[in-house]
């Protein structure tokens, strides 16, 4: 069909995208919503009723929305929104996604094929042109790196990846196959806001930063963090195990009261393909679904889960690298599940002309001291960052948004920067359509993996420190090498303890999976 014959903001079979979601039934279902414009051919997921119940979301969503309006006119500038964002945006119109999905309801599901296995689906599916990976984060790397070997595209979630050593192999084989378009899915990144705050940075409105603070409330609310795993399971008994209460210890308290919530696997779910790389773990609900991001074994955390919305920013505008200096201080930890509060510490070197940066992280509530700037104005309690120069200082949100100068009358007397960077059309509304975008050759990509990678490097780093300081109590502070990717010390603990932190820098895949 030809374009014109199709409408605005639609395009030919012929210029469509022929795409594969592997964990669907979670993130993978929101991706895929941005990408109905295009091809969908495959769906996976370990978890059959999460799948299910995906398609009848989407299947409900797309009787009761109402029709597409007419197509607005080109954008014209929103408070706050740069000249250069009000260009990119009247490149094309927005992508019209209830219509989208209206005909994927109608047209794509009846013939979409649906797979619990990644490697099955690769191997017997040929007509995929590319893949969206939004499984729990211990098996990005592995879907990824398959699906790049054979050529296809790939849009991962964030964070990149579980472990230093597998960002390193999806940047190399990122390098190795240039024609392969590569995306971390923090939209944040894509936000007019981010580039915004960039160009103030780099235009030198704060002058030269030397420290930099965010935070995030995550986990708060959004996940458990800081419990015991669940008591075993008793051969051969089926009632509910006894409390030990009273009980002079909380620990073995919870891990007994969590076992009475022990539950069969479902038999939508297949339990050996969650798990995947990650070591062998009983199942019980309170792992699957979702609440896997706060154990060490499938997660990252608040710092993996929301660092690639803020530490993005600083990374680029900053032009951090890799630190050298990693120091991780929490609440208790027990190593199996994050702790309910973290604070990191790096320290990054002199880059060029610009100078040696302290950058702390924040989470589960833990806040930086508040600028007196705001007078009595509260930092944002969602989270932010506050970049402190010689000369002001900077604030953003999550995802890079409202970049403002502080003092106010610094901020009104700049006004906006020098546009420095291109904006992506629609901004972080379809960060996932930049993508496609790349693919079809019409946009640069936004932030491939060349730059999401280290990105994660940087996160993972200080769930290493976090990781050695808790198997050596007393010190948590590593010194990294990473242009050989090795931690230089090791931490030394009473008794004569001692862990070696590169031990956290990769783990040891379950058989029969392998980082190839």
């Given at each position: 069909?030809?374009?014109?014959?199709?409408?605005?903001?639609?395009?030919?079979?012929?210029?469509?995208?022929?795409?594969?979601?592997?964990?669907?039934?979670?993130?993978?279902?929101?991706?895929?919503?941005?990408?109905m414009s295009q091809n969908i051919v495959a769906i996976c997921d370990v978890d059959d009723?999460?799948?299910?119940?995906q398609l009848k979301r989407m299947q409900d969503d797309a009787t009761s929305m109402p029709g597409s309006p007419p197509q607005a006119p080109p954008q014209t500038a929103m408070a706050g929104m740069s000249k250069a964002q009000v260009t990119a945006n009247a490149r094309r119109p927005r992508i019209d996604n209830a219509a989208a999905l209206r005909r994927f309801t109608s047209e794509q599901i009846p013939r979409l094929k649906r797979y619990r296995d990644y490697r099955e689906m690769l191997d017997k599916q040929k007509d995929i042109d590319a893949i969206v990976v939004?499984?729990?984060?211990?098996?990005?790397a592995v879907v990824a790196l398959a699906a790049m070997d054979l050529n296809k595209h790939v849009y991962v979630q964030k964070p990149l990846c579980w472990s230093v050593e597998e960002a390193r192999a999806l940047a190399k084989r990122a390098k190795e196959k240039p024609g392969v378009v590569t995306q971390m899915g923090n939209q944040g990144h894509s936000s007019d806001g981010s580039r915004t705050g960039y160009e103030y940075i780099r235009g030198g409105a704060i002058g030269e930063v030397r420290e930099v603070h965010v935070w995030t409330n995550r986990p708060l609310g959004f996940w458990p963090q800081g419990i015991p795993r669940p008591a075993p399971l008793v051969a051969g008994t089926s009632a509910p195990r006894p409390l030990r209460f009273p009980s002079g210890r909380v620990t073995p308290l919870m891990a007994d009261a969590l076992y009475r919530e022990a539950a069969a696997i479902?038999?939508?779910?297949?339990?050996?393909?969650?798990?995947?790389v990650a070591p062998d773990v009983d199942y019980h609900p309170i792992y699957h679904p979702h609440?896997?991001?706060?154990?060490?074994?499938?997660?990252?955390?608040?710092?993996?889960?929301?660092g690639a919305h803020l530490i993005d920013h600083p990374f680029k505008a900053l032009n951090l690298g890799l630190p050298t200096v990693i120091e991780t201080l929490s609440t208790p930890f027990n190593g199996v599940c994050f702790p309910h509060a973290t604070t990191t510490?790096?320290?990054?070197?002199?880059?060029?002309?610009?100078?040696?940066?302290?950058?702390t992280w924040y989470d589960g509530g833990l806040t930086p001291p508040r600028p007196e700037e705001l007078g009595e104005e509260k930092l944002n309690g969602e989270g932010g960052i506050i970049y402190v120069g010689s000369k002001g200082k900077m604030m953003q949100l999550t995802y890079g948004?409202?970049?403002?100068?502080l003092p106010k009358s610094l901020h009104d007397r700049i006004g906006e920067p020098k546009p420095l960077l291109p904006r992506i059309a629609h901004a972080q509304d379809e960060h996932e359509m930049n993508w496609i975008e790349a693919i079809q050759s019409k946009a640069p990509i936004s932030c491939p993996f060349e730059y999401a990678a280290p990105l994660t490097e940087v996160m993972l780093l200080g769930i290493v420190s976090l990781r050695a300081g808790q198997k050596t109590p007393g010190d948590s502070k590593i010194h990294y090498d990473g242009a050989n990717m090795r931690v230089t010390n090791t931490i030394k603990g009473p008794g004569g303890t001692a862990t070696d932190p590169n031990e956290f820098l990769r783990r040891e895949y379950r058989a029969p999976w392998k980082l190839t």
């Open positions: 069909l030809p374009r014109h014959v199709l409408g605005r903001g639609f395009q030919a079979p012929s210029d469509t995208v022929n795409i594969a979601t592997v964990g669907f039934g979670g993130m993978g279902g929101s991706n895929t919503r941005r990408l009723a999460l799948v299910d119940a939004a499984t729990p984060d211990h098996m990005h479902p038999s939508t779910l297949s339990w050996d393909l969650f798990l995947g609440h896997w991001r706060g154990w060490v074994d499938w997660g990252q955390g608040a710092l993996g889960d929301m510490y790096y320290q990054f070197p002199a880059r060029g002309d610009m100078p040696a940066v302290k950058l948004h409202e970049p403002r100068l």
